[in-house]
């Protein structure tokens, strides 16, 4: 059971056996706000409270509107699932770069407490509460006023959630608890004792490694509270580096210890636009090789970034900060996105927040770097940075001949070639995970009946009318017991000449279906090979040759 | 003991320089299956170079050619076949989980599509049905060039490209075996592939080849006059040589 802080809204820090006592000689966290807006991605598609909305990324759920989640529809569903659950659902395409473009005035006006506000990612921005806490008269006061403000922006549709603890993890956590009226502030060096009951799911929300919290989970290590009691050294030696972020985390410190650091001038990459670019996709273009040639400048120190600013300098002397922050490391893919949903925030924001001059110098600033030694990429210069690539090739593509053109194979089960493996949508399947329905042995059962392997390189889309005869130029058929009226001399494809037969075998009857009326088809395939060496898979239906498909 | 620091680095920084990876050629082409290593000059298939298959068993030679690149782990498109037994390419070897297929584009969007799947795939395989423009062959060209991609033709118009590929291979020959009269089914087949090209490939030789053998498996013929159907064995095992 998570303790829950009412009104009082401050959660009691308890001495706990739980808590190593190594934890005492670590630095502490950094203490942290979180504003969180909870269903972000319903609100910034600018659904109306109270009407039931899923968004979707490659057909399965990703967020879910109050009103949808009142229904039974939960995260991680099939389109079909959720609009069978509720048919009235409103659907809406996942744009990450809506949700950044929505989230900025939300941003722009937490500027009012601190400078120093980061974007975790778009719905959730975090600050130290060093200074503004001081100022404002205690973290609950901050608190307080921070809500009141993020509430101001984002009403009526959506509401804003605050939490204070040690470190962005706590008071995240801390931040989805709370009410929205209602801030939760962790008291400090209470955070442990807050974090201990939370289940070890949590941790899914900063890390990516699925595999490690389910490997907990299955070792009996179900709340953080358990994995922050095993010995750093034993987490380390056992689940290597993503382990011990984890594991950090759990204590209640910050995830990345004392190698985050500022780095040496130098690192930045900057550029200048001439001319002025006023429209997204032109500083776009920009802001890919810059950050790109800003992560290949890190990977060559061996560094990987944790935060980086973008600054934006306008014709007109206007400076545009802003910082954006990952638990793990930004890839230059990641980077490149946040640069590209920022400044889309700022050249289609509101008319009061709109720089009024186009933008002419473009900086990237690595704030806070690490030793790179999380993500392993493919030995010759990575294998997911070519995954990236494909992606981006099959939206273009998509883009061009519309988002059906592009289809990905799938094995079915079945008798005939065509049959057996099926074209999907790529858009209805995430090809950054591994498919194994793709693979040739994912049909186990039997199909009896089946046409002998080697396929076929063609299969018909549409089979081609055949004439088949026999020595006599008599028609061949097949009887009802399935044996054949005569044996195939001469064969003409399509209307063209008489070839004729070297070898056949057939006819191999196949009743399919024969339990459903409409789609019951009764049909003998034969294979044969001609004069000129080609060989074809031939059916007959109700007396009619086709051709289905070539060897 | 003293240790001559600066010295010992000299010697570390020579030897970190001799280790250093180069650029070998074998980075420069794609893997291919065993047999098909006979087909094609090199190692493998020549990043940034076109490929023709043409003739009767030309999608069957294109898919057995991308297969060897495609179980190494890199993505395929097809564009436009829709008739592509894909069932073949797997059984050949492709890896499906990495195949991508695109529908037919007009003629007119042929080349942008195909551009842009040069810029991520390793391999783009198309049929083109039209003539394609020089300007778009050039842009292809110079793509797949800067980016190391493989464009591979299989099968289409044989005179689609104003300028030959690269590499041609033309199936003039193919027996399967097998099939009797009334009895049997399909189980191997025998191919004779004629590779003619420009560069090392510019001397025409022929090429006989399982596509698929009597297991399943793509192998070269052991020309062999005691057992008419032969044991396929791999290439590794017979030094290939160059003939006509």
Not at chain 1, 272 to 287: C, G, K, N, Q
Not at chain 1, 324 to 350: M, N, P, Y
Not at chain 1, 369 to 377: F, K
Request: aromatic share 4%; proline share 8%; charged share 20%.
């Amino acid at each position: 059971m998570i303790p829950r802080s009412r009104a009082g809204s401050v959660v009691q820090a308890v001495p706990d056996g739980t808590t190593s006592p190594r934890s005492s000689r670590e630095p502490e966290a950094e203490r942290t706000l979180v504003v969180t807006c909870p269903d972000w991605p319903v609100v910034a598609a600018g659904i109306p409270v109270g009407e039931p909305a899923v968004v979707l990324h490659a057909n399965r759920v990703v967020a879910v509107s109050q009103a949808a989640r009142e229904v039974g529809v939960v995260e991680g569903l099939r389109r079909r699932e959720a609009q069978g659950r509720c048919p009235e659902i409103t659907l809406v395409d996942h744009d990450p770069a809506r949700d950044a473009r929505a989230f900025e005035p939300v941003v722009l006006a937490l500027e009012a407490l601190t400078p120093r506000l980061e974007v975790t990612h778009p719905g959730t921005c975090a600050f130290a509460t060093r200074g503004p806490s001081r100022y404002f008269g205690g973290d609950t006061a901050l608190a307080e006023r921070a809500g009141w403000i993020a509430t101001g922006v984002v009403a009526p549709s959506g509401t804003a959630q605050v939490g204070v603890a040690d470190g962005a993890f706590a008071a995240h956590l801390a931040a989805r608890q709370a009410e929205p009226d209602e801030p939760v502030v962790v008291t400090r060096r209470g955070t442990p004792a807050f974090l201990a009951p939370h289940p070890v799911d949590t941790l899914v929300l900063i890390t990516d490694r699925n595999d490690l919290v389910d490997v907990w989970r299955r070792l009996g290590l179900r709340t953080l509270g358990q994995l922050a009691a095993l010995d750093p050294a034993d987490v380390l030696a056992r689940f290597a580096n993503d382990g011990v972020i984890a594991h950090r985390l759990a204590r209640g410190l910050d995830s990345h210890p004392l190698d985050a650091r500022r780095p040496a001038p130098g690192l930045e990459v900057s550029a200048e636009l001439d001319p002025p670019a006023e429209r997204v996709d032109t500083a776009t273009f920009l802001a890919k090789s810059l950050a790109d040639s800003l992560h290949e400048g890190l990977a060559r120190r061996g560094l990987a970034c944790t935060r980086v600013v973008v600054e934006a300098e306008t014709e007109h002397g206007e400076t545009l900060v802003r910082s954006w922050r990952h638990e793990g490391t930004l890839s230059a893919g990641a980077i490149a996105d946040r640069v590209r949903w920022q400044l889309d925030g700022w050249l289609s924001g509101a008319v009061s927040v709109r720089p009024t001059a186009g933008i002419s110098r473009l900086s990237l600033i690595p704030d806070e770097v690490v030793s790179a030694r999380g993500r392993q990429l493919g030995f010759w210069g990575g294998e997911t940075l070519v995954d990236e690539r494909v992606m981006r090739a099959i939206a273009r593509v998509q883009g061009v001949l519309g988002i059906d053109a592009v289809t990905v194979p799938e094995r079915r089960g079945g008798r005939s070639p065509g049959e057996q493996v099926a074209r999907i949508p790529a858009a209805a399947v995430d090809l950054t995970a591994s498919r194994p329905g793709a693979s040739l042995d994912a049909v186990a059962g039997p199909w009896p009946g089946r046409v002998p392997t080697p396929a076929p390189a063609t299969v018909h889309v549409e089979p081609l009318p055949v004439e088949v005869v026999d020595a006599y130029d008599r028609p061949v058929g097949v009887t009802g017991r399935g044996t054949a009226t005569g044996v195939p001399a001469r064969v003409a494809i399509a209307g063209r000449g008489w070839a004729p037969v070297t070898a056949w075998a057939g006819p191999w009857p196949a009743d399919e279906r024969w339990w459903d009326l409409r789609r019951h088809r009764r049909r003998a395939r034969f294979q044969v090979t001609l004069a000129d060496g080609a060989a074809h898979l031939l059916a007959v239906e109700s007396g009619r040759w086709w051709l289905e498909a070539t060897y | 003991m003293p240790i001559d620091a600066p010295a010992d680095r000299l010697a570390l920084q020579a030897l970190g320089d001799r280790a250093r990876p180069h650029n070998l050629a074998e980075e420069r082409v794609l893997p291919v299956l065993p047999a098909i290593g006979g087909l094609v000059p090199g190692t493998g298939l020549q990043r940034g170079a076109s490929v023709a298959t043409t003739g009767p068993a030309a999608r069957s030679l294109a898919l057995a050619l991308v297969a060897g690149a495609s179980a190494g782990g890199s993505w395929i498109a097809v564009v436009g076949i829709p008739s592509l037994g894909l069932l073949a390419a797997a059984e050949l070897g492709v890896n499906l989980e990495r195949t991508v297929l695109i529908g037919s584009p007009e003629p007119s969007a042929w080349g942008t599509v195909v551009a842009a799947l040069l810029d991520a795939f390793e391999v783009v395989v198309v049929s083109p049905e039209h003539r394609i423009r020089p300007a778009d062959q050039r842009r292809l060209l110079a793509r797949s060039r800067e980016r190391g991609a493989v464009l591979v033709q299989a099968g289409g118009r044989p005179d689609a490209w104003p300028e030959a590929p690269e590499l041609r291979l033309t199936v003039v020959a193919q027996s399967w075996r097998g099939l009797g009269s009334g009895h049997g089914h399909l189980q191997a087949r025998r191919v004779t592939v004629e590779v003619t090209g420009r560069r090392q490939a510019a001397r025409a030789r022929q090429v006989e080849l399982w596509l698929p053998g009597p297991d399943g498996r793509i192998a070269l013929v052991v020309t062999s006059s005691t057992t008419p159907i032969a044991q396929p064995v791999l290439a590794s095992a017979v030094p290939l040589q160059e003939v006509g």
